[in-house]
């Protein structure tokens, strides 16, 4: 990261001085001092070579390391442009610093766009600078995309990155044809061109020649070498398996999972390029644990921001030893959520149950993209797994939060008192995650609870269409939801739910809605009330009897 924010820093100087060539070409040459005055010091120097050796190696031997290219179409841009960034600083060491070194030659504008637009080579010039500012920018892009600030000064960015290269293409040309018209800069470089000075073109285009195969017979070396440890990793006696849920595939040792997946073409995201950043390509190991190695310090620190779990470890990172199981961890794929509805299109008595997560864009402003994620997937699989447990019908989860049905199959006294287990199972599993990730990450639940009158149907044409819920009770629900969020309550339970279930609540702020012109209590809490543990009990048998049956 340090080697290529130097290098780019490098080229953005250069673009932004041929853009000041639309000024005049005065104002570009005055720039140009300035900027030699930092690169060609001893500092400027050692910093800039240093980035450019210090860059190429890491680029080679990531080469080396990868196990496959079968990589988003991007990132795959990203590399190949990468290595044409070589070629733009040895032309311009050739042709600047070595000819001013070696030969005396000039390195003002004058004297080097003179001699381009003579020799009708200033359009390779100009090319040579857009793969290296593409790469530059793409390479910051995966680097700080997920940062709030960059999300906000996107569109600027993408304009800087978008415009720049025009002003600064236009700006060299028009300094080239301003000096077209100059007899003394065209008399000077016609000279340049002539008998005279053919020793040190020849001087220069050997250096130039010689450091450009350097340069191929170092990338012909590590891809070479990668073809020759590919080809040994590849015997029977280095294969292990990777286990996926539904599959498994065999991969030499040394592979990352994330590769294999690559390498086999099984869904599996990632989006910081494999650089232990983002932590979408998280998977958690359910078997083999002591074939993995200790996670690095990239790694690990990923898994401390996220508060991962002891057997969760970044798929881009891990690279087995033996035989290990793995589940990735963000869906890729649509998932079922619940069983079809068996009442659609129908209008019933039911309940209702929101899930809202109201700190939801605070902690959007504070935190990376990828860690919300992992934040609202958390709370996401344990509230979801609590209402299943409670025989709820998931109708929707997502980033507002869940909406959850009972009484798709059972009467309205059923269906309340398994809404009100599955709140009691929502306040054990929400304490546990709060515990597990802190004060300072939690997520604001407020569960809301209505029975009622409504239509229930299905919305969309895919495999599992949404659920939805329309009529009195929905309207009754929303106000419901909105005076919990506004009293800041954990939990809001209308009357009708807990009459339905046969209990008098007990604590907590009642309140009176005033819903289509009917007056409907509700209480808000900071937990659900208590149901008697006989009926806990014939809740929980029930619902249990009524998975196994459903298989």
Aim: with cysteine.
């Amino acid at each position: 990261m340090g080697s290529g924010l130097v290098l780019f820093t490098y080229i953005t100087a250069h673009l932004v001085n041929h853009a000041l060539g639309l000024i005049s070409l005065n104002t570009a040459e005055e720039a140009l001092g300035y900027a030699e005055d930092v690169w060609d010091s001893v500092p400027g120097t050692v910093l800039l070579y240093g980035a450019f050796a210090v860059h190429f190696l890491l680029a080679l031997w990531s080469i080396y390391e990868r196990r496959t290219f079968r990589l988003p179409p991007a990132e795959l841009l990203r590399i190949v442009l990468g290595f044409t960034l070589p070629l733009i600083l040895i032309n311009h060491f050739a042709h600047t610093r070595l000819a001013y070194e070696v030969f005396g030659q000039q390195t003002d504008y004058t004297s080097v766009i003179s001699n381009l637009w003579a020799a009708d080579s200033q359009g390779m010039q100009l090319g040579l600078l857009a793969p290296g500012w593409v790469h530059g920018c793409l390479g910051l892009h995966f680097a700080f995309s997920r940062r709030p600030w960059y999300r906000q000064s996107r569109f600027v960015l993408f304009a800087v990155a978008l415009l720049l290269p025009v002003f600064s293409a236009v700006g060299f040309i028009t300094m080239g044809r301003e000096l077209s018209t100059n007899a003394a800069a065209a008399a000077a470089a016609q000279d340049f061109l002539g008998p005279a000075h053919a020793a040190e073109r020849a001087g220069i285009a050997r250096w130039h020649n010689g450091l450009l195969l350097g340069y191929f017979a170092l990338i012909g070396t590590a891809l070479g070498a990668r073809a020759v440890r590919n080809f040994l990793e590849h015997s029977s006696r280095r294969l292990i398996s990777i286990s996926y849920p539904g599959r498994a595939v065999r991969v030499p040792r040394g592979w990352s999972v994330l590769e294999a997946s690559r390498a086999f073409h099984l869904p599996h995201a990632s989006m910081c390029g494999g650089r232990a950043r983002c932590s979408t390509c998280r998977v958690q190991v359910t078997a083999g644990e002591d074939s993995c190695p200790p996670a690095a310090s990239d790694e690990q620190a990923t898994l401390d921001r996220i508060h991962a779990a002891s057997d969760v470890r970044l798929a881009c990172q891990l690279r087995p030893t033996g035989d290990i199981a793995v589940v990735p961890l963000v869906r890729t794929a649509l998932p079922v959520y619940r069983p079809p509805a068996q009442a659609s299109h129908a209008e019933r008595d039911i309940v209702l149950m929101y899930c809202d997560f109201l700190n939801r864009e605070r902690l959007a402003r504070e935190a990376l993209a990828q860690d919300l994620l992992h934040l609202l997937t958390l709370y996401g699989d344990a509230l979801g797994n609590a209402i299943r447990s409670a025989g709820g019908a998931i109708g929707s989860i997502g980033p507002e939060g869940i909406f959850a049905v009972f009484g798709l199959d059972r009467d309205r006294p059923r269906a309340a008192r398994l809404a009100l287990s599955a709140a009691a199972a929502i306040a054990r599993a929400i304490s546990d995650v709060d515990h597990r990730l802190g004060e300072s990450r939690k997520l604001r639940v407020v569960v809301s609870i209505h029975a009622g009158h409504a239509a229930i149907g299905e919305i969309g044409s895919n495999d599992v269409p949404a659920v939805i819920a329309v009529g009195e009770a929905v309207e009754v629900a929303g106000e419901l939801r909105k005076a919990a969020a506004a009293r800041a309550a954990a939990f809001a339970i209308s009357e009708p739910v807990t009459a339905a279930a046969g209990i008098e609540p007990a604590g907590g702020e009642k309140i009176v809605l005033a819903a289509h012109g009917t007056p409907i209590a509700a209480m808000l809490s900071s937990a659900p009330p208590a149901l008697p543990a006989s009926r806990v009990g014939l809740t929980e048998g029930r619902a249990k009897l009524q998975r196994l049956w459903s298989g």
